[in-house]
């Protein structure tokens, strides 16, 4: 099993998190743990075979083999149906739009074709399969870049200044005061944030905590589960617990604790 990160080349650097890469064979990703929310979009290449989605009903469907999954208020599952060969792109929040120009409130909890919102996506893949390892990313910006440098930092300041705020509280903050300190109302803010993010001011907050969470449980292994949630700012740990398991669809100590899988690497190395 490899995964790992790309530099991000700095064409892409202005709309661009992170672009990943997973290969390996399916028994080594065949393990069905939750990809939880993380307030990003992305677009997910398959050059091998394609992923399979697992429903609430737990029946499969296909994934489109160029995927674009929207903002997700809720855990997905997927399972390799052979060999893996993924290449990733993990926008930052509030640019993925601009990038793919569209409302990212209509791609909210949707797992699409990247081609329906980006053009070119299924030639691009085309060219991704037919080329090595170490030459996708440099055609990949080749191609990304002229979407990237569209992108208008000055039109996305008030919902970058709330994430950035979000995230130096690690979501312990009401919408309220999110709002007073951007000097606007919040029916202003949230109209903003539900076009350029896709989700609620208030749901990236939630998911922001839960991210705080498990990192200061990967890094202070020892803390008790009620310490866990007074330092990161829920009432006690039945709180915490209950938070977790509607935005991940499980426990912290479990996701921290399972076994190596697409997801668990993802939530360890983020971009």
């Known amino acids: 099993m490899q995964f790992g990160y790309y530099v991000t080349p700095p064409e892409l650097a202005r709309a661009v998190k992170a672009v990943w890469f997973a290969r390996g064979t399916k028994r080594e990703f065949d393990v069905a743990e939750p990809i939880v929310p993380d307030g990003c979009v992305e677009i997910v290449f398959n050059l091998a075979d394609p992923f399979l989605h697992v429903r609430a009903d737990g029946s499969l469907t296909r994934q489109p083999v160029d995927l674009l999954a929207g903002q997700m208020t ?20 509030g640019r993925a739009g601009a990038v793919l120009r569209t409302s990212m409130w209509e791609l909210q909890d949707q797992l699409v074709s990247a081609s329906s919102a ?46 950035a705020y979000i995230s130096r509280r690690r979501g312990q903050v009401t919408i309220e005061h999110l709002a007073r300190d951007a000097g606007v109302s919040r029916r202003q803010l949230e109209r903003q944030f539900r076009d350029q993010v896709g989700l609620r001011a208030k749901h990236v907050a939630r998911i922001v905590r839960i991210q705080s969470v498990l990192e200061l449980i990967r890094r202070q292994p020892e803390l008790t589960g009620a310490a866990v949630a007074a330092q990161c700012g829920y009432s006690d740990q039945a709180h915490l617990i209950h938070e977790c398991k509607a935005l991940t669809g499980t426990t912290p100590a479990r996701l921290i604790s399972t076994e190596p899988s697409l997801s668990v690497l993802m939530r360890k190395a983020q971009g």
């Not at 997905?76 to 926008?91: K, M, N, Q």
């Not at 691009?124 to 992108?151: G, K, N, T």
């Open 74 to 93: 809720r855990p997905t599952i997927a399972l390799p149906s052979g060999e893996v060969d993924l290449l990733g792109v993990r926008f930052w929040p």
């Open 118 to 163: 980006l053009g070119g996506a299924d030639r691009l893949l085309a060219d991704l399969r037919e080329l090595d390892h170490e030459r996708r990313i440099a055609h990949l910006a080749r191609v990304l870049a002229p979407r990237c440098a569209s992108v208008d930092a000055h039109s996305l300041r008030l919902v970058e200044c709330a994430l």
